[in-house]
């Protein structure tokens, strides 16, 4: 193993809320820390905010008084920029600025020692970038942590085109050391959690602009089936609009205006407005005080039925059979080499693939088709999305809905969108994430740990694509394509790849 030990120096170059946080932890990890900020008395204010914070854990018992002294006495404040000199690794968390952070480093190269590593905690901008025109741009690296670093566990490693072997090994190495959970990217837009995130909120706006259901209806099929801790709009608010509009519209134009990655209207109106979300009391939701919270569209319960008929394989959704049979309705088994259905008194169920509801009636299906949307798990999920064709009777929505009803779970009706909501939201991620692999910005398995780690993901986009079936995923994202006619929605060729050699996408090996 390759970690700095704990007798060696750190620096942070930096004492805002991600530089005191990285000070932080390396105390803890037991290293002497030097912090400094080019701005007076901002590290001495980052310092005695890390203490702040310490003294919190010490009254909840997570800290001993000891730890802390020793912690305190790790902790320094560097007054000049030359007294970094006998640092080991310097880590920098300043502005996201690429001409000040390339500034920066040239400084530090004629300070410290010939065997001290450089460290950007950069989110967005080109360990490349940063590095390029240094002397020995090989001991320079990304080291990216999450917001708040005593908590989050995430920590990207991300190599610029010179970075060496032996730096990157170091800090990967010693981010475990710390206590965190590194993973390996390449200096792509975006690395791998800020990229892959992007349809994420993409889809929920582009869902909510095409009047497919509200945002708290939104949000709430995200959560209750989608498993997600938070639904994109209520992420939106909390990261605030002017973050995430601007790394949405930095990754859209590092990619050459990529349609995958274009920005929305709504967002850009939010930020114009100054509803930022909830740093200034307004974005999708309102947070002042005594606000109410908006309530989620949801269907009126309906008389349960007593008897439904299932033919052929419901793939992801085939736990709904015992379920239903559990609940005391009558199941009749028929089988099919056609698509699933449920078939009920007053409508027929399928589960989305990509196609409106509509477009399937078209196509020779049966006129009263209700869609139901993806489920992270049937079993425990709480809601559920349908959405009847436009052909379907005016009783086939409350017909179907009765049928979840019947399982203990809200049902939100929302409009004949192509691919719903979860199912149209895991497609697009899958496919990011699939495309990240393709371009080696990741391993699969690294991009499936980031994701869950780094924004809360209940399952990684590649192994849950997997569950699903990739089939499933491809003709989803076919079916958008053909939709929308837009570029935004092409699938990876890594994706059709494994879908014609029959592999998962979590196993593919880059030869």
């Known amino acids: 193993m390759s970690a700095l030990a704990p007798s060696a120096l750190v620096a942070v170059v930096g004492a805002g809320t991600m530089g005191a946080g990285i000070a932080q932890i390396a105390a803890r990890a037991g290293h002497d820390v030097l912090i400094f900020d080019a701005k007076p008395g901002a ?16 009254a909840k018992g997570r800290l001993s008084e000891q730890q802390y002294a020793e ?12 007294a970094l000199k006998d640092a080991a690794l310097v880590v920098e968390a300043v502005v996201e600025d690429l001409e000040v952070k390339k500034g920066l480093f040239r400084e530090l190269e004629g300070i410290v020692g010939d065997d001290a590593i450089l460290a950007t905690n950069t989110s967005a901008l080109s360990v490349t970038a940063i590095c390029a025109g240094l002397k020995r741009p090989g001991r320079v690296a990304g080291l990216h942590f999450f917001n708040p670093v ?34 390996h990217a390449k200096s792509t837009p975006g690395f791998i959690v800020n990229r892959v995130a992007r349809p994420f909120y993409a889809e929920g706006l582009r ?11 939104i949000d709430a099929i995200m959560r209750e089936a989608g498993g997600f801790r938070m639904g994109p709009f209520e992420l939106m608010d909390l990261i605030g609009h002017d973050v995430n509009f601007a790394v949405t519209s930095s990754t859209f134009q590092a990619y050459f205006n990529d349609p995958r990655y274009r920005p929305a209207h ?18 999708f939701y309102d947070y002042a005080d005594g606000a109410v919270h908006p309530e989620p569209n949801t269907r009126a319960v309906c008389r349960a039925p007593r008897r439904v008929e299932v033919s052929g394989p419901l793939g992801p959704a085939e736990s709904l059979v015992p379920a239903l049979v559990q609940a005391g309705i009558e199941v009749e088994r028929r089988n099919s080499d056609g698509e699933g259905r449920i078939l009920m008194e007053g ?14 009636v078209a196509a020779g299906g049966p006129d009263d088709l209700v869609l139901f949307d993806l489920a992270l798990d049937y079993a425990k999920a709480s809601r559920i999305a349908l959405a009847p064709a436009d052909q379907a009777a005016p009783g086939a929505a409350d017909a179907a809905a009765s049928l979840f009803q019947a399982l203990g779970k809200a049902v939100s009706v929302v409009d004949d969108a192509p691919g719903l909501i979860v199912m149209r939201t895991l497609a697009m991620l899958a496919n990011e994430a699939a ?10 398995s690294d991009i499936d740990r980031a994701m869950m780690l ?58």
């Open 71 to 82: 912690m305190a006495t790790r902790l320094r404040v560097a007054s000049v920029f030359a």
């Open 266 to 283: 709504t967002q850009q109106d939010l930020v114009a407005a100054g509803w930022l979300g909830r740093k200034s009391g307004r974005g």
């Open 150 to 183: 005593p908590l989050m566990a995430l920590v990207e490693v991300v190599a610029g085109l010179a970075s060496e072997c032996g730096t990157l090994e170091t800090l990967f190495d010693t981010a475990t050391a710390w206590g965190k959970m590194p993973v």
């Open 207 to 217: 869902l909510l602009e095409e009047g497919a259901a509200d945002v708290p209806t």
């Open 435 to 444: 495309e990240a692999s393709l371009q080696g910005v990741a391993t699969p």
């Open 43 to 58: 590290a001495e204010k980052g310092r005695s905010g890390i203490l702040a914070a310490l003294s919190k854990q010490v």
């Open 347 to 360: 409508a027929t169920l399928a589960l989305t693939d990509g196609r409106t509801a509509t477009a399937r």
């Open 454 to 511: 780094g924004v809360n993901y209940p399952a990684g986009p590649l192994a849950w694509a997997d569950l699903v079936g990739t089939t499933r995923i491809l003709r989803v994202l076919q079916a958008l394509q053909d939709v929308y006619g837009d570029d935004r929605y092409r699938a990876s060729s890594l994706l059709r790849r494994c879908v014609a050699g029959g592999r998962s996408v979590c196993c593919h090996v880059r030869q």
